[in-house]
């Protein structure tokens, strides 16, 4: 916008006294009216600039350096000044639950796992008590002769054993064992067997729950009837090599087990199932000792 310029006044000179109506009133209207046609003038030029340094300045330095601070030129927003509006959100899905994972199925046990966990359940309900004395104990008078028929099959029971656990078995009759072979469960060994005098003490049954052993644990409180079936039972009843019992004894498991130590577990939970049927108890030694070979197989 050009600058208003500012018009002199004429001088005014010195009043003369007219004696007309307009006499003694300054300017005239002539004055005035030319005046006023410059300052039009000037407003008509519009944007031409003036002489002098403004004639190099753009137009819009005009607004920087108008003197009359309310007149500020506001630049009109173009398209690409308006920020574009930002998208609205989609609304938010919800994450899917995670699915939870299936029950843990449980681990699966070895029938050898559960043998030994049903073996330590038993033991866990014999009593533990100190030994009694062997006070009056008479293997026949206790227990019956040896190797009776039993369960009166025509058999005695010494037969029977050596008939359940030889191969390649030879007899006399239907019963009588006359050669075989056994697989000593304590040793390992093979032994072959033949019947005589000077032989057939290669092969001989134990007791996995000694006679001795027995009466010291409770059996004195058994009848007599009860002795006898113990003493003929064939769980309790193994063919073993000759040597081997005889190192045995009458040994609990705290004093003896068997040298092949694969087949301890089976041996300490044939000795338990024993004593659990027939009411006898074990020593403290006993049992921890039954423990340990527990504990062993498990692992």
């Known amino acids: 916008m050009a600058r208003a310029v500012r018009i002199a006044r004429p001088a005014r000179g010195p009043r003369r006294r007219g004696t007309g109506r307009g006499a003694g009133r300054g300017i005239g209207p002539a004055a005035i009216g030319v005046g006023a046609l410059l300052v039009v003038g000037v407003f008509m030029a519009g944007a031409a600039p003036l002489a002098g340094d403004d004639a190099s300045r753009p137009i819009s330095s005009a607004t920087e350096e108008s ?27 919800a994450d899917p639950e995670p699915a939870s994972p299936p029950p843990a199925e449980p681990a699966p046990t070895s029938p050898a796992n559960d043998a030994v966990t049903e073996a330590l359940a038993a033991l866990s309900t014999i009593p533990v008590k100190g030994r009694a004395p062997k006070t009056g104990y008479d293997r ?25 656990d030889l191969v390649d078995i030879v007899r006399d009759g239907a019963c009588r064992v006359l050669t075989g072979v056994l697989v000593d469960p304590y040793s390992g060994q093979s032994i072959a067997f033949t019947r005589g005098v000077g032989t057939s ?54 004093t003896w ?19 659990v049927d027939y009411r006898l108890w074990v020593t403290a030694a006993e049992r921890d000792a039954m423990v340990r070979v527990l504990a062993e197989c498990a692992g």
């Open 67 to 93: 003197p009359n601070p309310l007149i500020v030129a506001t630049p009109l927003p173009t398209a690409a000044d308006s920020p574009e509006p930002a998208p609205e959100p989609s609304p938010a899905l």
């Open 257 to 275: 087990l068997p040298p092949q130590k694969s087949f301890r577990c089976t041996y300490v939970s044939l000795q338990i199932e024993v004593k």
């Open 140 to 164: 026949d008078e206790q227990f019956g002769s040896a190797w009776r028929d039993v369960d009166n099959n025509s058999c005695d029971t010494r037969n029977d054993i050596l008939s359940r």
């Open 201 to 254: 003490s290669e092969v001989q049954i134990d007791h996995v729950v000694a006679l001795l052993n027995a009466w010291e644990t409770g059996a004195q409180q058994l009848t007599r009837d009860e002795r006898v079936r113990f003493a003929n039972d064939p769980r309790n009843l193994m063919a073993v090599a000759g040597r081997v019992n005889a190192q045995k004894g009458a040994g609990d498991a705290a």
